[in-house]
């Protein structure tokens, strides 16, 4: 079976509340059938709302919807056949457990049997068995998160959409969440369009994330390489962390590009840089930044230690480097030998390749 | 298990429990401190009027404290049936010539005449025979009474007398349900075109109802209204909705009769527009309509609020999740939206119909003859036939019936479940 590469697809889709600023511009997207796609982005973004008008809760302002080839503009959400879960799971208070998952079946008006077969198919995939009786508020945070994505999933969508729903969890239990969420998704193959902030929580789940800022997607591709390739510097920022200078670049060449800072030059990967005078930002990922390294390194630089953190399982260290006090190095703790103290000067190296010149901040 | 039953020291030894009961000690006085003064107030202004109310309904000890030597004697008065013995009816007199020389024989021929009507006349003819000094002491009493008036050689004026023996009565209470205590003492129905308490009763239950239920389908809309607006204008609809509440009750009532009267402005407005002829004005006011549109105005808000503040707490997205869990508009509010609503329903109705069913000013100026409900009449036996115990008696009728609803409601919804907000 062939998958629909434009399963969903958004297309041109502009959305306004108040007929003056659009919180979605002109959004083309494609999302293919059986993926699990990610709308990542602070909040404001656009990204709710380009959810909700999936959903059928909000109609876009201009363009179209599209799921199966089908525009679903003017379809009311009830007959779109896709399910949500909401981001504060949103089952109903007065009904039981297995009442919140007959309900999609029973407004479908399917058989008692297979109502009671599915409902346990659903339960026993977020391993719930045995809380049919239950009351959503005699569940705990996670148990209830659950019972959501069984709701969501038991009425056989072709596609489910998720609003941030693990943003009340705690941490452990969120990350748990987080891989039942992903298996279920594996082992059912249906198409998710997950919402969220958290961009760790996008990483570990999506096959494809789109950046959305300012109600435009600034990028779209898979995990490693939104992190490892950012094209510009919002996604920089926003994806990991990150080590900016600002500075013009002053030579270029085809994989090299020579960037002036206040008072010392870098070299650097040329992405959104195209010509000599440009103003550009530097984007370098903490961890690719090495103390006194072994290999020959294009850029190599001496740096004071401002602070030193412990995380435990790394150590961070704030250096004052090339004119900045916040250039933050990672070290793994299997390197923690090396004697880091404060108001000490280090040697620190990397290569121009991950040091992506991109569009000025 | 025997951990479980061991007592828990502190570390000085002391038992947890009391050391927790001494902690705890400081903090309860505080408390009861602190809801002291309302309780006091609740005993003096509601509590103690009750009581007072209750003790004044069943009250009966005027003609007992009359005829203490007629009582005496009429314990030995073997056959109903009959006329009673010779020392009743020298009981009865000796009882009477004091009352006579205390000016109080009035009060009592009056009293006795609502036992059994024709007892004023009789009363007043003893009263002359003894003024007169007519009666013979000395010889039989019976004979002598007697002969004044037929009426005292029929057993049942003796026997209404007896009636009243008893301090206590619940004679105010079948009066209240249109019954009485009969001539031998079991219950009976008043004539049938005498029983007006029973249809005021039926007529009050059948207005709180239907305002009641006016109220909620007219309230229901508003505060889904108010509940899922923004903020500025559900404050401003709010304000409609509370603007009644400021307004004096006896105004709105006013306003009410200005609009509702014939030559009133709705009336001119069906006129004007040809819904009514002109000398064919509807009847609005002074009767059932004219109640029942000033009370649903009125109580319109006791109904509202309730349910808007329940109704805000319930998350949009829950009507949402029933919508995209395919549920049609209908369902997802009659399955999801409309449950969730109930304890503010629950809550609306119960207040709405306990205030109906004692609302007193608007029917007594808007509700004419036929708009008018039991607290009206229990202000005309108040005010204007000073017929407090009988006044009291269906007052406290009026509080067990609410207090009836009150425990079915209980039982129906639970009480916990309401939300006044």
């Known amino acids: ?361 | 298990m025997s951990s479980e039953t061991k007592q828990i020291l502190t570390t000085d030894g002391i038992p947890l429990e009391v050391s927790l009961k001494k902690a705890e000690k400081k903090n309860k006085i505080k408390a009861f401190l602190l809801v002291a003064p309302l309780l006091l107030f609740l005993v003096i202004t509601y509590i103690f009027p009750i009581g007072d109310m209750f003790m004044r309904s069943v009250d009966d000890r005027m003609v007992t404290n009359m005829l203490p030597k007629t009582f005496k004697a009429m314990e030995n008065w073997q056959n109903l049936d009959e006329l009673p013995p010779e020392e009743v009816y020298r009981g009865f007199y000796e009882d009477y010539k004091l009352l006579a020389e205390n000016q109080q024989h009035g009060k009592l021929g009056q009293r006795l005449n609502k036992e059994k009507n024709g007892f004023n006349t009789i009363t007043k003819k003893l009263f002359r025979q003894i003024k007169r000094k007519k009666i013979d002491e000395s010889a039989s009493l019976k004979e002598q009474i007697n002969k004044i008036h037929k009426r005292w050689r029929d057993v049942e004026y003796w026997q209404a007398i007896k009636r009243t023996a008893p301090p206590y009565t619940a004679s105010k209470y079948l009066k209240g349900m249109d019954m009485y205590f009969a001539a031998d003492g079991s219950i009976a129905q008043v004539d049938e075109d005498r029983r007006i308490h029973r249809i005021l009763w039926l007529r009050t239950l059948e207005i709180a109802f239907f305002v009641t239920l006016f109220c909620f389908f007219m309230g229901y809309p508003i505060a889904h209204l108010l509940a899922t607006l923004p903020m500025k204008y559900s404050n401003l609809l709010m304000i409609c909705v509370l603007l009644p509440f400021w307004t004096s009750l006896l105004v709105r009532t006013a306003s009410w009769m200005i609009l509702l009267q014939q030559q009133g402005i709705v009336n001119d407005f069906f006129v004007m527009i040809g819904l009514v002829a002109d000398d064919n004005r509807p009847e609005m006011m002074y009767n059932k309509v004219g109640t029942y549109v000033a009370m649903t105005q009125i109580l319109l808000p006791f109904m509202v609020l309730p349910l808007y503040s329940v109704m805000k707490t319930i998350s949009p997205s829950l009507m949402r999740a029933g919508k995209s869990l395919g549920g049609t508009p209908f369902v997802a509010f009659w399955k999801v939206y409309f449950p969730l609503t109930i304890p503010g329903i629950g809550a609306g109705c119960l207040l709405v119909f306990i205030l109906a069913i004692g609302y007193y000013i608007t029917p007594a100026l808007v509700g004419g003859a036929s708009g008018t409900l039991i607290s009206n009449q229990i202000a005309f036996h108040m005010k204007t036939t000073l017929d407090w115990s009988f006044a009291s008696a269906m007052g406290l009728m009026l509080l067990t019936g609410v207090l009836v609803i009150y425990w079915i409601y209980n039982k129906l919804v639970g009480v916990d479940n309401i939300k006044l907000g």
């Open chain 1, 1 to 361: 079976m062939s998958k629909n590469p434009e399963f969903v697809k958004f297309d041109k889709v502009d959305k306004s509340y108040d007929g003056k600023v659009l919180v979605v511009k002109d959004l083309q997207l494609d999302i293919a059938e059986g993926e699990f796609i990610t709308m990542l982005g602070p909040s404001g973004s656009g990204k709710t709302t380009c959810l909700m008008m999936l959903a059928g809760f909000e109609t876009p302002t201009h363009g179209e919807i599209l799921l199966d080839g089908n525009i679903i503009s003017n379809i009311p959400p009830h007959k779109r056949g896709i399910g949500m879960v909401f981001q504060n799971y949103a089952l109903f208070p007065h009904m039981t457990v297995y009442e919140n998952l007959a309900f999609p079946l029973r407004v479908r008006k399917v058989e008692k049997d297979e109502i009671d077969k599915k409902v346990d198919k659903a339960l026993s995939m977020v391993s719930l068995n045995g809380f049919e009786t239950r009351m959503p508020a005699q569940l705990s945070g996670g148990q209830q998160q659950r019972v959501a994505v069984a709701r969501a999933l038991v009425f056989d969508p072709a596609v489910v959409l998720m609003d941030e729903p693990l943003g009340a969890l705690d941490k452990n239990l969120r990350e748990s969440m987080q891989y039942e969420i992903k298996h279920i998704h594996e082992s059912i193959g249906v198409t998710v369009v997950y919402v969220t902030h958290d961009q760790s929580e996008a990483l570990t789940m999506s096959n494809r994330i789109a950046v959305f800022n300012d109600g435009k997607v600034q990028q779209l591709s898979n995990p490693a390489e939104l992190y490892e390739k950012p094209v510009n510097s919002f996604v920089a920022e926003f994806i990991g962390e990150n080590n900016t200078f600002n500075g013009e670049v002053v030579d270029i060449d085809k994989d090299k590009c020579k960037v002036k800072l206040a008072n010392s030059e870098i070299l650097a990967n040329p992405i959104s840089v195209k010509s000599k005078g440009e103003k550009t930002t530097v984007s370098l990922r903490p961890e690719r930044a090495l103390i006194n390294p072994t290999d020959k390194m294009d850029n190599m630089f001496t740096g004071k230690i401002e602070e030193v953190i412990y995380h435990g399982d790394h150590t961070r260290v704030r250096l004052n480097l090339l004119g900045s006090s916040e250039f933050i190095l990672k070290v793994p703790n299997s390197t923690s030998n090396l004697e880091l103290k404060v108001s000490q000067d280090i040697n620190i190296g990397w290569n121009s390749t991950d040091a992506r010149a991109l569009d000025p901040k």
